[in-house]
């Protein structure tokens, strides 16, 4: 069961144009994109994921606000694109960095008061696309978010796809097929697929899976329970391993 003392989550609603209120003189307006991104904010302090969230919605993009690195291991699955600060009240921002990394492509930039060559340096090496100290200037985060999501507009023109045997995932569409024949997945049973065949030679810890697929908040017989479905969706128990007292690992299946 979800957490009772998990934080609302603030959903800042797409303006009809954008303004460009900070080029001297009088304010001027653009049309809006065609369609606006859906970006996540990381934030823990409410007075600057106030002023950045209104200031992105200006320029017509939908924002989910979070304040914890939980809430944003649950939230990431729907973003264009992820808003992240480092320093978070229950995880550090590197972990929830790698963590979101290690199981989805989704643009992600740091924005963070820690600025020493060796803290871009992690950050970088955590997953982020990019990396932006405070205080900062609205129209460099903007060119620097247009940047990032030139290049993954650019890279996502050739789709991830993982096979094993008679078993295809098509990362990109979230589409499942065995043999041929389409296999309907939730989107948690997917995200648990996806995860053991992108590892296929490793055994991923149930604690991980936690973290990654359901942010950490639910219990171990949520594994449990989804690792079953999708044994029975496959139609062989045999495609996920348990490995007793550590997790699960993907097998072969006995079609394969």
Request: aromatic letters at 4%; a negative charge; one cysteine or more.
């Amino acid at each position: 069961m979800r957490s009772e003392n998990h934080p609302p989550i603030e959903r800042v609603t797409r303006g009809p144009q954008t303004v460009l209120e900070d080029v001297p003189g009088a304010a001027r307006t653009v049309p809006s994109p065609a369609a606006g991104w859906q970006i996540l904010l990381v934030e823990s302090d409410s007075t600057d994921a106030e002023s950045l969230a209104a200031g992105l919605r200006r320029h017509g993009h939908d924002v989910t606000h979070v304040t914890l690195g939980v809430a944003a291991l649950e939230a990431h699955e729907d973003a264009d694109l992820i808003l992240l600060d480092l320093e978070l009240p229950d995880l550090d921002g590197l972990e929830v960095c790698k963590s979101i990394r290690s199981v989805s492509c989704v643009p992600l930039l740091v924005v963070t008061s820690r600025g020493s060559e060796l803290d871009r340096v992690l950050g970088l090496q955590a997953g982020a696309d990019d990396y932006l100290v405070k205080p900062y200037g609205f129209r460099e985060l903007m060119a620097r978010i247009e940047a990032v999501m030139r290049r993954t507009r650019s890279s996502r023109t050739v789709d991830r796809e993982i096979t094993h045997g008679p078993l295809h995932i098509d990362v990109n569409a979230r589409q499942v097929s065995l043999g041929g024949r389409g296999v309907g997945l939730t989107r948690k049973e997917f995200d648990l697929l996806c995860i053991l065949a992108s590892h296929p030679d490793t055994v991923i810890p149930r604690k991980r899976l936690l973290q990654q697929v359901w942010g950490d908040s639910w219990s171990r017989r949520t594994v449990d329970t989804h690792v079953s479905s999708l044994r029975t969706k496959l139609g062989d128990a045999d495609w996920i391993i348990t490995v007793r007292g550590v997790g699960f690992k993907l097998g072969t299946g006995c079609a394969a």
